[in-house]
């Protein structure tokens, strides 16, 4: 019971912070097109259809029509889907800890996975394809098949990497069950929406996934071989970053010394962190943006329980254990106050670091007002650039454009923005002066005016 007060208060704490980065499209926008049109079911518009299923969007709508369109009905939608994943955690780990404060403190250990929490603080579609993930997980360990499909289906509908773990997890049950009939009724209903969804899209677009003028073509393109190359060591850092590289440490400790060579691929869950680590390998680094933080959560989070699950099948002494995953939490819990040289792109929503960029945009904006400086003549960059009602929720009609350094009379800068070149940042420190720039734990926003 503590666990679920402890992360609806959280929710709460962040219940009032707009939109942030992927989700202002995959969250604001979607479900800000099915509320203005009524919730007619229909397809998204191409200029923000970036090709999943939008169950999501029209899942927050609904949650608007019922209680008003407002930013704490939106975080408070994800609630359900906290609450499942605090449950299914808390459940799956304890089926090797029977000592209650580990339990608890491993399962606090899940929660704070950076990444994981971080997505809690959004209104994320994430936090549905990790509940799925989890309901697979805990259908197959229990063996109830219902669950096993539900989680699927929910895999299906959120995005096309849930699509992807959705296979993933697929060819697992295969490899582990051996019962093809079987694990292929338990993935028809998942497979059904599937292809009737896209069937039906493509006889209504002409295309799936992607389309050529779609704002996210230049992020599926492929890369050359170097390219890859880089990709993969990007993806690797990813693996590792906000202080993960202390439990993998620990996890190819206990892989090499505990775990007897012939039955490493014994083990069920190494058998998926083998499928989905292929899988997400082959799938996300030979394109040129696909290697984002979020993408690898289901791999981080499925890697962590098997590592603390390890740890607690042990030979250790318990104040060994204890010792552990203390460490491991506070490694996590401090890995929020990590931010790179901005010349580093970082995840910004994977972590909390983020968090003072949303108050001093709320300071800029007051400024700007005080100012008279109309929106019309500031340029910016991801994540501010576009209409603030789909951060906000308000539409004063403020729409900032993508920044034209030379021409537009002010700009917005602030190192949470990765699109910022070196060169535009020379440019700006030679053709504008500072107006005001504001500074909060390593975040800054900085108002650019033109001499």
């Given at each position: 019971?503590?666990?679920?007060?402890?992360?609806?208060?959280?929710?709460?704490?962040?219940?009032?912070?707009p939109f942030f980065w992927d989700t202002i499209q995959l969250?604001?926008?979607?479900?800000?097109?099915?509320?203005?049109?009524?919730?007619?079911?229909?397809?998204?518009?191409?200029?923000?259809?970036?090709?999943?299923?939008?169950?999501?969007?029209?899942?927050?709508?609904?949650?608007?029509?019922?209680?008003?369109?407002?930013?704490?009905?939106?975080?408070?939608?994800?609630?359900?889907?906290?609450?499942?994943?605090?449950?299914?955690?808390?459940?799956?780990?304890?089926?090797?800890?029977?000592?209650?404060?580990?339990?608890?403190?491993?399962?606090?250990?899940?929660?704070?996975?950076?990444?994981?929490?971080?997505?809690?603080?959004?209104?994320?579609?994430?936090?549905?394809?990790?509940?799925?993930?989890?309901?697979?997980?805990?259908?197959?360990?229990?063996?109830?098949?219902?669950?096993?499909?539900?989680g699927l289906i929910l895999l299906s509908m959120i995005s096309?990497?849930?699509?992807?773990?959705?296979?993933?997890?697929?060819?697992?049950?295969?490899?582990?069950?051996?019962?093809?009939?079987?694990?292929?009724?338990?993935?028809?209903?998942?497979?059904?929406?599937?292809?009737?969804?896209?069937?039906?899209?493509?006889?209504?677009?002409?295309?799936?996934?992607?389309?050529?003028?779609?704002?996210?073509?230049?992020?599926?393109?492929?890369?050359?071989?170097?390219?890859?190359?880089?990709?993969?060591?990007?993806?690797?850092?990813?693996?590792?970053?906000?202080?993960?590289?202390?439990?993998?440490?620990?996890?190819?400790?206990?892989?090499?010394?505990?775990?007897?060579?012939?039955?490493?691929?014994?083990?069920?869950?190494?058998?998926?962190?083998?499928?989905?680590?292929?899988?997400?390998?082959?799938?996300?680094?030979?394109?040129?943006?696909?290697?984002?933080?979020?993408?690898?959560?289901?791999?981080?989070?499925?890697?962590?329980?098997?590592?603390?699950?390890?740890?607690?099948?042990?030979?250790?002494?318990?104040?060994?254990?204890?010792?552990?995953?203390?460490?491991?939490?506070?490694?996590?819990?401090?890995?929020?106050?990590?931010?790179?040289?901005?010349?580093?792109?970082?995840?910004?929503?994977?972590?909390?670091?983020?968090?003072?960029?949303?108050?001093?945009?709320?300071?800029?904006?007051?400024?700007?007002?005080?100012?008279?400086?109309?929106?019309?003549?500031?340029?910016?960059?991801?994540?501010?650039?576009?209409?603030?009602?789909?951060?906000?929720?308000?539409?004063?009609?403020?729409?900032?454009?993508?920044?034209?350094?030379?021409?537009?009379?002010?700009?917005?800068?602030?190192?949470?923005?990765?699109?910022?070149?070196?060169?535009?940042?020379?440019?700006?420190?030679?053709?504008?002066?500072?107006?005001?720039?504001?500074?909060?734990?390593?975040?800054?926003?900085?108002?650019?005016?033109?001499?």
């Amino acid at each position: 019971m503590l666990l679920f007060i402890l992360v609806t208060a959280f929710v709460y704490c962040f219940s009032s912070s707009p939109f942030f980065w992927d989700t202002i499209q995959l969250a604001s926008k979607h479900a800000s097109y099915f509320f203005e049109t009524e919730l007619v079911p229909s397809f998204l518009p191409e200029e923000i259809n970036s090709g999943h299923i939008p169950f999501f969007g029209y899942y927050l709508a609904i949650c608007w029509k019922i209680f008003g369109q407002t930013l704490v009905v939106s975080h408070f939608a994800m609630l359900p889907f906290i609450w499942t994943i605090v449950f299914l955690l808390y459940q799956i780990i304890g089926r090797v800890i029977h000592d209650r404060l580990l339990h608890w403190i491993a399962t606090l250990v899940l929660l704070s996975e950076p990444t994981l929490l971080a997505q809690m603080s959004l209104v994320s579609p994430d936090l549905i394809l990790i509940t799925g993930l989890l309901l697979v997980l805990s259908g197959r360990e229990q063996s109830k098949k219902m669950a096993i499909v539900m989680g699927l289906i929910l895999l299906s509908m959120i995005s096309i990497r849930g699509i992807v773990v959705a296979g993933c997890l697929g060819l697992w049950l295969l490899w582990v069950e051996n019962k093809y009939i079987e694990t292929v009724k338990m993935s028809l209903p998942a497979l059904s929406i599937i292809l009737v969804y896209y069937l039906l899209h493509y006889l209504n677009s002409g295309w799936i996934g992607v389309h050529d003028g779609s704002p996210w073509k230049s992020s599926i393109s492929l890369v050359d071989v170097n390219s890859w190359l880089y990709n993969i060591g990007i993806m690797a850092w990813r693996l590792l970053d906000y202080g993960r590289v202390v439990w993998v440490c620990i996890g190819l400790l206990l892989l090499v010394n505990q775990v007897p060579t012939k039955d490493i691929l014994k083990n069920e869950y190494l058998k998926l962190i083998l499928i989905l680590f292929l899988a997400l390998l082959l799938l996300t680094t030979p394109f040129a943006g696909l290697t984002g933080h979020r993408y690898y959560l289901p791999l981080i989070l499925l890697s962590l329980i098997w590592v603390l699950r390890e740890i607690f099948v042990s030979r250790w002494s318990r104040k060994v254990k204890l010792i552990v995953i203390i460490g491991i939490l506070c490694t996590q819990l401090l890995s929020h106050l990590i931010i790179y040289p901005r010349d580093i792109s970082q995840g910004w929503d994977s972590s909390l670091a983020y968090v003072p960029y949303q108050s001093l945009v709320v300071d800029m904006e007051a400024y700007l007002h005080q100012e008279s400086i109309d929106c019309s003549m500031v340029g910016t960059y991801f994540p501010l650039k576009g209409n603030s009602k789909y951060r906000t929720l308000r539409d004063i009609g403020c729409i900032y454009a993508i920044a034209n350094i030379g021409k537009d009379k002010y700009i917005i800068t602030s190192n949470v923005m990765n699109d910022v070149l070196p060169k535009e940042y020379r440019d700006l420190s030679v053709k504008y002066q500072v107006k005001k720039h504001w500074v909060s734990n390593g975040i800054e926003v900085v108002l650019h005016e033109l001499k």
